[in-house]
């Protein structure tokens, strides 16, 4: 009997899954294969992606309409940033760190490659707004170039 026997493929586990799981279940978001498919595919781009790149690599059969709920609950759970490029085009990139915090700090959006990163800076106070007037937010960002693209561009 070779029971005994340990072989590679017992560690078949995919550790990157297991990550994504906490990471959708941490924000309260239900975990199904799709939801997994499109996080792997996001988390390995370098760059922010479209709808038309993600639907360039999807799985041939990968609903469209579902490909944009999903991105649209990511956003909405602060898992990915989205921006609108000067091409009018929407990207996504992924927000790491902790997926409730998004709110306290600044973030830094990337011209070159349209990533998003966490800065570690407070947002500044909403100004005070006329009589009647009713806030719901206030978006600031920078943006310039990212460490990773102000080398490539030397
Ligand atoms: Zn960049
Ligand atoms: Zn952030």
Known sequence: ???SRRTASTAHIDEGDTKRR??????GLRITANRLAVLRLVEKAPVAVSHADLEAVLPQGFD???LYRTLD????ARLLSATVGADRVRR???????PAGHHDHLHFHCDDCGR???LPAKPPRTPSVPQGFQVEGADLYVH????DCTLAHR
Request: aromatic share 10%; hydrophobic share 45%; proline share 0%.
């Open 1 to 3: 009997m070779t029971t």
């Open 22 to 27: 906490e990471r959708l279940a941490a924000v």
């Open 64 to 66: 469209r309409v579902t």
């Open 73 to 76: 609950s990511f956003v909405e």
């Open 92 to 98: 996504f990139s992924l927000l790491s760190g902790d």
């Open 116 to 118: 998003v990163f966490c």
């Open 144 to 147: 310039g170039h990212c460490a």
